[in-house]
């Protein structure tokens, strides 16, 4: 037996040993939504199916995806947020920019405003036969059409200035990629300068930068797998991705840093570091305004029941952020992807399967960061 006195220092040592440890998850998590949201609001109508969304920088515009009609593919749109004080209330009647028909994916501003690019086929694409009974496809089925190309306009608020409400103007008209493959998923540096996307043109699904006139390609993911979904952080020297590198038809979480040469080009990433590593489908991670946490949509409740996680940008103190309502997962129809948060880090918009006809909408609802996160 130790004596009491010796004990003493042993304790201590493995109390210090134990405070390095990573605390991999929140120790003290919230025990529902309402610690965290508030004032929710649902933000889109009308349609079959809409989301992935995002805030323009001064928080009075969104950009998203959607469709009128499940067999349609997506259309991409335009639409004002509607402001009361600081509360937001709900958006204008949106306003489609993409050609009639095509297939658009992936919509997002430039810091300055002036910009938008997003991913169109600006044709229709042909119908692909859904997967064979039995198939061991992935979980995560995204089509990729080879003629989705990423597209910017300047200028874009002068352009639909005199669309009406629900109206369309086409602004698929300046083509910055070219090639025989899938190119989308993309996002703006904050200085504006770059674009991050997915392109599979060797192939494989990679992730890719470039200047934004299109110029300076560089690959800078070289894995087996899908590797897609990227974002700047908010200090435009990082990335966040996910990638299914075990090809087990799951995905993971990762993050990066950009790698520059001494002409400022952005020539590859290191030190690379996977934030999740479980059996579920993690995808969609976006930089909160602080740049040390991330928020991501997870399969781990389920594949009927996606829900929310924060974490911090080294993996640890990782906090569910949604829960579901029973029914919804009673019915399998659960499920909140796709988030992102505001410029300034107050509110979060998300799409889910919680408004009333059980259709994927985006929602926005006021955010707090947790404790202990």
């Excluded at 829960?323 to 988030?339: G, N, R, T």
């Amino acid at each position: 037996m130790i004596p009491n006195r010796a004990r003493l220092p042993i304790v201590l040592l493995l109390g210090i040993i134990a405070g390095c440890q990573p605390v991999e998850v929140n120790p003290a998590p919230p025990a529902t939504e309402a610690d965290i949201l508030s004032d929710y609001v649902q933000l889109t109508h009308g349609f079959a199916r809409a989301g992935e969304a995002y805030f323009s920088p001064d928080a009075k515009w969104i950009i998203f995806q959607a469709s009128m009609k499940l067999d349609e593919d997506y259309s991409m749109y335009l639409a004002q947020l509607q402001w009361k004080g600081d509360k937001i209330a709900g958006i204008d009647t949106p306003i489609r920019i993409s050609p009639l028909g095509s297939w658009n994916s992936c919509g997002f501003f430039s810091t300055d405003g002036n910009s938008i690019i997003f991913s169109s086929t600006v044709q229709p694409v042909p119908k692909a036969p859904p997967p064979a009974t039995g198939s061991t496809k992935p979980s995560y089925n995204w089509a990729m059409p080879k003629t989705a190309e990423i597209y910017r306009a300047d200028g874009w608020k002068g352009a639909i200035a005199a669309a009406p409400p629900g109206g369309s103007v086409d602004l698929a008209r300046h083509p910055i990629t070219a090639n025989e493959g899938y190119d989308a998923e993309c996002g703006l540096s904050p200085d504006g300068q770059w674009i991050i996307y997915c392109s599979n043109v060797t192939g494989d699904p990679e992730i890719w930068a470039m200047r934004s006139d299109g110029s300076s390609k560089v690959q800078l993911t070289h894995n087996p797998g899908y590797d897609g979904g990227p974002f700047f952080a908010p200090d435009g020297k990082r990335i966040c991705y996910r990638s299914d590198r075990k090809l087990d038809g799951n995905l993971q979480v990762f993050v990066a840093d950009l790698k520059f040469n001494s002409e400022g080009e952005i020539i590859g990433i290191q030190n690379e570091k996977q934030l999740t590593d479980n059996n579920a489908v993690n995808f969609g991670p976006f930089w909160n305004s602080d740049n040390k946490h991330l928020i991501w949509a997870t399969s781990l409740h389920g594949q009927a029941n996606f829900e929310l996680y924060l974490m911090r940008d080294d993996g640890t103190h990782k906090t569910r952020i949604t829960f579901s309502p029973e029914a919804m997962i009673a019915s399998k129809q659960a499920a909140d992807v796709l988030p992102v948060f505001s410029p300034d880090g107050q509110w979060l918009m998300w799409t889910t399967k919680r408004s009333p006809d059980k259709t994927s909408q985006i929602w926005a609802a006021r955010f707090k960061m947790p404790k202990g996160s």
